[in-house]
């Protein structure tokens, strides 16, 4: 991880106005655009509060979406969701399940061996290949037609600064994990380069100004030559961010967040939103078209005191179904995180496409998924998946699917990388691709 | 000393000292004279009257002889008025005013240049200004060297008893020690046999690491376990990632090399750690290894660890143009779009930085009652440490007060002061002043850019508040005090690279026939050992300069003293006796005999301008016509000596190379990577010659050792020395500070038995008692 220091000299600056008109996207030809979003909340769920129930005794298997608590926040979105019931990570292999439940999910390929250890398995370190999000980054940068100037974006919220399997879901390849970038700043700072900073620099150029003036009149004519200099530096500064050229080319302005937020667990719900907002405005400016937004992370200890929870996540996530008072706190949890995908969902249904018809949301396919099925049970089995959006992609929504057991979920990426126009046959661990792509259509 | 012919020689030399000293004196007897007859004619300052006495009164004669021609002459009209003593008075006041050469100087001294920071001054005090709120002072461990080592792991037990019951793993053990260095290879073993088993330990190595050079160090761990590392960066715990390199996570067997790169300022000491761990691996093995700026991948060095911790050091990464060099040192004489680009990179930097520590640094906290009035002092604190003085009430309220009432939050206003001053003319041109010379805070800024290319200290703080600053002996005294800082020595090793050109060492490379023992680690060596000699003397007990040149010990390590000839020493770096006394000091060192050769052969005529020109102390002009010197041009037969003789022969070419080439033969049994030699070619070396001064001496030349004895003994060569100094660390012609400075420095310099730290304590008080600083 690098610090915020080190990431903004990677910035670069040629001159002084650079930092503040740089991030800018290409604005290229609009077009019919699908983009990704991958959700990512750990622990596992609640299931009987998650799925819809299954049909009574004697009635066939149903296709039928209902709106159990979890999910009730998506319940506007009814049109556009898309439950798979049935998904299993079969990928095995060395390490705990956390662990390859966490950095198998977008890679469908075993760990390394390592030194990590987790439970009573044996150590295992990174991932072995390139995981989902960043196999499509590539495919889409490789074409003119939708390459963007990041390509992918990687956010996370609460994330601890930690780099280990439980921690990491994209991977650049085998080796290579790709860590989220959990703080607005910092993701302002690479997206929008210092462009949040224009103002108060701005605010101060009058202070240096009149500050070179007195200065220069100390010094005998003779001598003033490196001041006038230096003001007039100052002056084509301040000429250049005034004349506001850097906005004015954005499609969307840069959002208004709080670049002094406390990454602290409790401000945890207002970083969500900031990043949400961010990663929205930066789709918006078509800066990407790839995105995964990484809560915290497996294993993961949160402790929502916004709902009244005291108790870190993972710890309740272990307690035994009869446990009442913890099965109630982890569907509010888990509620919480359907809650701040129904917000993402609807950012993207309040802004219209950019150059076409339609919302961003009828571009946009959200995956959101766990690394478990379930906390206490650490089953890989039957893993909570939510499509929304899915229009741009020809999925076809309104309905929980019932696939066959154990399902890989190699194979959704197939589905979803051969939707976006990326013809893959095999994701991952090959033998975990027979079958092929699902119909989703 | 020969003042008069440096005097002759130099109209380039001002004598502002000389005027300000004349001025604090009683009027000249003879003023009232030349008032009363001469300036009807002559004008006040000589300059002469139009129609009266056109030519100015300027000359070379003596005030003997100007008395007598007064005495016999003036005033034209009525000689008698004017004879004998009072004569004699005009003279001796003319002479002082404008007459000579001296006063000449005097009246038109060359312009002390208006400069910003230079790059240096600029990375250092931001650095220090930072520093103000973490502990206010640079360290740099001293003493026992090597990082501490705190080593844990599970004791060897048997996971099931007699009885076939599961045990628990006993509790872990640790064991703390120093370690000179990271580089173990445990194999399948345990780090501590005995204590704990090889299944499952930790180490954590803490300290500090000493960055010797400014620039991109890249820092590499090799191991097949999993390891982090921390350089300049107190946020160590696991749950704040701030880590230099993250190799926690294992990937099989094979070692890997994981590497970072960190900007470090010279001549400051960085908090490191290093955690190590293994669990359930075949083996384990750990290796901490850097490259420095321009030298070598090598495991860390003992020599730069110490095991006691230091703050973190803030330190500006921009990318700033690299200053005017074109005088010989750098200077800040010129402003440009990508420094002023730089600067507000730089201001950017340390408002991110503020605002990350914003709360600690001004001590509050979230929601405290007094938070914004801490959060102001805070920027009054921030503002007089880069100002070098206490706020005046319009400075404080243009860069606080104004800022806090028109931002809308204290957040906002304290980034944007950090913004402002920052780029405020009174940080970044400290002569711009509107301080006079004599006040103790402008004093204060000036020995602190003087001797650290920084901010004053919380001493010269207090002194300055005390109005401690006012006598040569208070200031002598503080120079004394701040030369035992790191900063200083970092700004002395700056000078001696200078002066000694090492540049040329960069990228070096030699013929791997004739020398295959020369690598680039030799050559980072020799750096090494170069350094060390340097400190040793600027540092140790004896600052003399003489023995810079007469010294014939080396410092060598193992792979050096194979190399040179050496017993090899019993550990790291050792002095030695080399070749039995035929070493004089940075002459012979072989790091810049290497560095003034070919790549395969010796180069009389580098060897021979350097010492021209930073030993000897004489100047060159440049060559009337460029020569290319091509080996493969002359008869294989000849030897060096003789294809230099023969290419420099043109007249032309004689007038500088008649200094150049006997000096450069002189050390001609010095091969091209500086090892001793007594025959080139099957011929036996010949290194006399010799040479005349400046003055017109004639010096015999029988070698290496007898030429710095020369040099040692030459007031040329001290004079040249001592305008290095000055120039290196005052960045302003030594003139400007008066004509009579280098004259009298020199003297000081020689009076004190050579010391080059008095020398220096002898500059500050010449800049303090300028009326120009």
């Known amino acids: 991880m690098k610090t915020r220091r080190q990431f903004l000299q990677h910035l670069g600056v040629s001159a002084a106005a650079a930092p503040f008109l740089t991030g800018l996207p290409s604005l290229r030809a609009a077009g019919a655009k699908q983009r990704l979003i991958i959700m990512f909340s750990p622990n596992g769920t609640v299931p009987w509060e998650f799925w819809p129930d299954a049909p009574e005794k004697g009635q066939p298997a149903s296709d039928k979406l209902t709106f159990k608590r979890i999910l009730k926040p998506l319940e506007p979105w009814r049109e556009r969701t898309l439950m798979l019931n049935g998904i299993s990570n079969r990928v095995g292999g060395d390490g705990d399940r956390h662990m390859r439940g966490m950095s198998c999910l977008l890679t469908g390929t075993e760990l390394l061996p390592g030194n990590i250890q987790g439970g009573s398995d044996t150590p295992a370190g990174w991932a072995s290949g390139i995981s989902i999000d960043q196999e499509l980054k590539r495919f889409l940068q490789s074409r003119d037609e939708t390459r963007t100037r990041f390509g992918s974006l990687e956010f996370g919220v609460a994330v601890p600064n930690r780099a280990d399997p439980w921690t990491r879901m994209s991977y650049l390849g085998a080796n290579q994990p790709v860590a989220p970038i959990d703080d607005p700043a910092q993701m302002l700072a690479k997206v929008y380069g210092r462009m949040k900073d224009k103002e108060n620099v701005a605010s101060i150029l009058d202070t240096v100004q009149s500050d070179l003036q007195r200065a220069a009149k100390r010094l005998p004519e003779a001598d003033r030559t490196l001041l006038d200099q230096h003001l007039t530096l100052v002056r084509d500064l301040e000429t250049r961010l005034t004349r506001n050229e850097a906005e004015s080319e954005l499609s969307h302005p840069v959002p208004d967040i709080d670049p002094d937020i406390e990454l602290v667990n409790d401000n945890t719900p207002q970083i969500s939103r900031m990043q949400i907002d961010l990663l929205v405005n930066a789709m918006a400016n078509d800066m990407t078209r790839v995105a995964t937004l990484q809560f915290m992370r497996s294993v993961g200890q949160a402790r929502m005191n916004w709902l009244g929870i005291e108790e870190g996540h993972h710890g309740l996530s272990h307690d035994p179904d009869n446990n009442k008072d913890s099965v109630e706190k982890l569907t509010k949890i888990n509620e919480w995180f359907a809650g701040e995908l129904a917000y993402l969902t609807r950012r993207l249904a309040e802004t219209p496409e950019p150059g076409a018809d339609g919302s961003m949301l009828d571009h946009t396919l959200i995956v959101w998924l766990n690394e478990l099925g379930k906390g206490n049970s650490h089953t890989l089995d039957n893993l909570p998946f939510v499509l929304i959006g899915g229009k741009s992609h020809g999925f076809r929504m309104d309905r929980c699917l019932q696939l066959p057991e154990k399902t890989t979920h190699n194979r959704l990426w197939l589905t979803v990388a051969q939707a976006m126009g990326h013809d893959l046959k095999t994701f991952g661990t090959a033998n975990l691709c027979e079958g092929g792509a699902l119909n989703l259509t | 000393m020969i003042r008069f012919s440096i005097f002759a020689a130099a109209g380039i030399f001002g004598g502002e000292a000389l005027a300000a000293e004349a001025e604090n004196r009683a009027p000249h007897p003879g003023l009232a004279i030349y008032q009363d007859q001469c300036v009807e004619c002559h004008g006040e300052k000589g300059e002469g009257v139009d129609g009266k006495c056109d030519d100015p009164l300027i000359g070379n004669r003596s005030i003997e002889s100007l008395a007598r021609r007064i005495d016999r002459t003036m005033p034209e009209d009525h000689v008698e008025r004017c004879v004998g003593a009072e004569a004699r008075a005009v003279a001796e006041y003319i002479y002082e005013a404008f007459y000579s050469p001296a006063a000449r100087g005097a009246l038109h001294p060359p312009p002390l240049d208006l400069s910003r920071l230079t790059v240096t001054q600029y990375q250092a005090s931001v650095a220090d200004l930072m520093g103000r709120f973490r502990g206010w002072s640079v360290k740099v461990p001293t003493g026992q060297r090597g990082l501490k080592a705190h080593y844990s792991g599970t004791p060897d037990y048997k996971p099931v008893d007699a009885k076939g019951k599961k045990v628990d793993p006993p509790k872990d053990v640790s064991v703390d020690r120093i370690d000179d260095e990271v580089k173990f290879d445990f194999k399948s073993g345990s780090a501590v046999p005995g204590k704990f088993g090889a299944e499952k330990f930790r180490i954590t190595w803490t300290g500090s690491i000493f960055a010797p050079d400014t620039g991109e160090y890249e820092f590499i761990i090799r191991t097949q376990n999993g390891a982090r590392l921390w350089v300049n960066n107190l946020t160590t715990s696991e749950e704040k990632g701030s880590q230099l390199i993250d190799a926690w996570v294992s990937s099989g067997p094979e070692v890997r090399e994981e590497s970072g790169r960190i900007f470090l300022l010279g001549g400051r000491a960085y908090p490191i750690q290093l955690d190590f761990f293994t669990y359930k691996e075949a083996t384990a093995s750990i290796e901490l290894q850097w490259k420095t700026p321009g030298g070598v991948v090598q495991t860390v060095p003992s020599r730069v660890l110490s095991p006691d911790r230091v703050a973190e050091v803030f330190v500006a990464a921009t990318a700033f143009p690299a200053d005017d060099r074109s005088y010989g040192y750098e200077r800040g004489t010129s402003v440009s779009e990508s420094w002023f680009a730089a600067i507000l990179q730089g201001a950017l930097q340390m408002g991110d930085d503020v605002m990350e520590h914003v709360d600690a640094l001004a001590g509050t906290k979230p929601g405290a009652a007094d938070r914004v009035e801490k959060l102001k002092r805070f920027c009054e604190v921030f503002t007089e440490t880069a100002f070098r003085h206490p706020l005046s009430e319009a400075e404080r309220k243009e860069h606080i007060g104004d800022l806090f009432a028109a931002a809308d939050t204290p957040e906002k206003a304290v980034k944007r002061c950090v913004l402002s001053v920052m780029q405020s003319p009174t940080f970044l041109y400290p002569m711009v002043s509107e301080r006079g010379a004599e006040d103790p805070w402008a004093r204060a800024g000036m020995l602190a850019l003087l001797l650290w290319d920084s901010l004053p200290d919380a001493k010269l703080v207090e002194a300055a508040k005390k109005d401690q600053l006012k ?99 019993a550990s790291g770096f050792q002095k030695v006796k080399l070749d039995s006394g035929k070493r004089a000091g940075v002459v012979t060192h072989p790091y810049l005999l290497t560095a003034f050769a070919y790549y395969n052969n010796t180069s009389p005529i580098h060897r021979g301008v350097f010492l021209t020109r930073n030993i000897v102390g004489m100047t060159l002009k440049p060559p009337p016509e460029a020569t290319k010197f091509e080996d493969s041009k002359f008869d294989p037969k000849l030897t060096m000596r003789e294809k230099v003789t023969e290419i420099t022969r043109a007249e032309a070419c004689m007038a500088c190379h008649s200094t150049i080439n006997p000096l450069g033969f002189s050390l001609e049994n010095f091969d091209a990577i500086g090892r001793w030699r007594t025959k080139e070619k099957n011929q036996p070396i010949d290194p006399k010659g010799s040479f005349v001064t400046e003055e017109g001496d004639t010096v015999k030349l029988t070698g290496a050792r007898q030429l710095a004895e020369f040099a040692a003994g030459s007031e040329l060569a001290h004079r040249a020395f001592v305008r290095h100094l000055f120039h290196h660390f005052v960045k302003q012609p030594a003139a400007a500070y008066g004509f009579e400075t280098l004259d009298r420095l020199t003297d000081g310099f020689e009076d004190h038995q050579y010391n080059i730290r008095d020398l220096l304590a002898e500059i500050a008080i010449t800049l303090c008692q300028s009326p120009r600083s």
């Open chain 2, 471 to 569: 006598t040569p002996d208070q200031i002598r005294k503080q120079a004394q005090r701040m030369l035992s800082d790191p900063r200083s020595k970092a700004k002395m090793r700056g000078f001696f690279h200078q002066w000694l050109e090492l540049d040329r060492a960069q990228d070096v490379s030699k013929d791997s026939k004739q020398f295959p023992q020369f690598t680039p680690a030799v050559m980072a060596d020799l750096r090494a050992s170069l350094d060390l000699f340097l400190d040793d003397v600027a540092w140790g007990d004896r600052p003399d300069y003489r023995r810079l040149l007469l010294e014939d010990e080396l410092y060598l390590n193992d792979r050096l003293a194979k190399l040179y000839g050496a017993a090899p020493p």
